[in-house]
C-alpha cells in the first residue's frame, strides 16, 4: 500500500525502514516541510492509503485534523493529545475512516498492560502503587504515555491512582516498572524496551490493519489480531 509517514525521528525513520521491508511504498514528510500540518493538503494526501504520526505533541493534533478532513486512515504513535481523545473520536465517525492510536505499539508492552490489568487488584487490598518510567534525555513528553496508561489501566480495574516518576537519562529507549507495595512483601514488575524497532514493527502492522477500516481504535485493544 501507499502509505505516509509523519515525522523522520527515530521512531518515524525505523518506521518508513520496516515499512519498506514489507513491501509497501513510502514517503515521508517531517515537521519543517509540515509546519501547522500545511503539507497535509487534500491533493497531496490523495494518494495515500494511511498516514502514520509519529512526532510531537504540538504538531499531532493539526496533523490528525488535516488527514481526517481528507478522510484518510491514521496510525497515531505520538501522545500528549489525550485530553482531547473524545472530540478525535467524534471527527473520526464523522469522517468514516479508520484511527488506531497507542501509548505504545510494541507487542510486549500490550502484553505488559494485560498483566498489569491482572494486579491491579492489589491496589484494593492493602498494597500501594507507584510508575517508574525511564527514557533518554531527548523525549519531549513526560510523564510518558506508556506510564499514563499503565495509571489508567489502575485506576480503572481498581478505583486507586497510582503516582508517576520520570527519569531521564542518556539513550535510554525506555523501561517501565509498576511497584505494588504491602506491609508485608513488595511486587514489582517491569518491561524493558531494547530496540526501537518493536515500536515501528507494530505502527506497520497496525496501518495494514486499519487499511479500508472504519473506527476508533486503540493499539492494546487489537494488538493480537495483527
Given amino acids: 500500500m501507499n502509505l505516509l509517514v509523519l515525522g523522520r525521528g527515530k521512531t518515524g525513520s525505523l518506521v518508513i525502514e520496516v515499512a519498506r521491508e514489507r513491501g509497501h511504498r513510502v514517503e515521508s514528510v517531517d515537521e519543517a516541510e509540515n509546519a501547522g500540518a500545511a503539507w497535509l493538503t487534500a491533493e497531496n494526501l490523495r494518494r495515500f492509503e494511511v498516514a502514520v504520526d509519529f512526532t510531537a505533541p504540538d504538531a499531532v493534533l493539526p496533523n490528525i485534523e488535516a488527514c481526517l478532513r481528507a478522510r484518510k486512515a491514521m496510525v497515531v504513535g505520538t501522545t500528549g493529545w489525550y485530553g482531547q481523545m473524545e472530540r478525535v473520536r467524534q471527527a473520526v465517525e464523522a ?3 479508520g484511527f488506531v492510536f497507542g501509548a505504545n505499539f510494541s507487542y510486549g508492552v500490550n502484553l505488559f498492560f494485560q498483566i498489569v490489568q491482572a494486579a491491579a487488584p492489589a491496589l484494593a487490598h492493602g498494597y500501594g502503587g507507584h510508575i517508574t518510567e525511564r527514557h533518554h534525555i531527548h523525549k519531549k513528553d513526560a510523564p510518558s504515555g506508556t506510564a499514563a ?5 489502575l485506576e480503572q480495574a481498581s478505583g486507586a491512582r497510582a503516582g508517576i516518576t520520570s527519569e531521564r537519562q542518556g539513550e535510554v529507549t525506555g523501561t517501565h516498572t509498576l511497584a505494588l ?3 508485608g512483601d513488595r511486587i514489582v514488575l517491569t518491561h524493558e524496551a531494547k530496540s526501537r524497532r518493536t515500536f515501528a514493527e507494530g505502527a506497520v502492522r497496525a496501518a495494514e490493519w486499519v487499511a479500508g477500516k472504519r473506527g ?5 485493544d487489537i494488538f493480537r489480531e495483527l
Fill in 95 to 97: 469522517a468514516g475512516t
Fill in 149 to 153: 496508561a499503565i495509571q489508567r489501566i
Fill in 181 to 183: 507495595d504491602s506491609s
Fill in 216 to 220: 476508533f481504535y486503540d493499539f492494546k
